[in-house]
Nanobody
């Protein structure tokens, strides 16, 4: 059974940084790309970034490009999201997710079958 556990969220001032982690268990981690999404109350969950199984391909939402960096450590079955220059509009619950299909990297929310419980990120102005 696949389990994803996020950590690293918290409260930070605008312009600050946070690093999120997502530890995966179950399944074969190295066969899957992984994604980061976020959601605020009353809004749909939105794509933030995905990273391919090898880490060689990373794609970001335009809203975070140049400020966020996704990475992964396959030896630790863990992905990361380094968030710099944070803005109040980055405030959200952040989720990591794994797609249903192996090898596929995608920004489409409906392609993801497994989700973590989420971690709250709050950026104060």
């Amino acid at each position: 059974q696949v389990q994803l556990v996020e950590s690293g969220g918290g409260l930070v001032q605008a312009g600050g940084s946070l690093r999120l982690s997502c530890a995966a268990s179950g399944g074969t981690f190295t066969m899957y790309s992984m994604g980061w999404f976020r959601q605020t109350p009353g809004k749909e969950r939105e794509f933030v970034a995905y990273i391919s199984w090898s880490g060689n391909t990373i794609r970001y939402a335009d809203s975070v490009k140049g400020r966020f960096t996704a990475s992964r450590d396959n030896a630790k079955n863990t992905i990361y999201l380094q968030m710099n220059s944070l803005k109040p509009e980055d405030t959200a619950v952040y989720y990591c997710a794994r797609p249903q299909r192996q090898w596929v990297g995608t920004p489409r929310l409906d392609e993801y079958a497994y989700w973590g419980q989420g971690t709250q990120v709050t950026v104060s102005s």
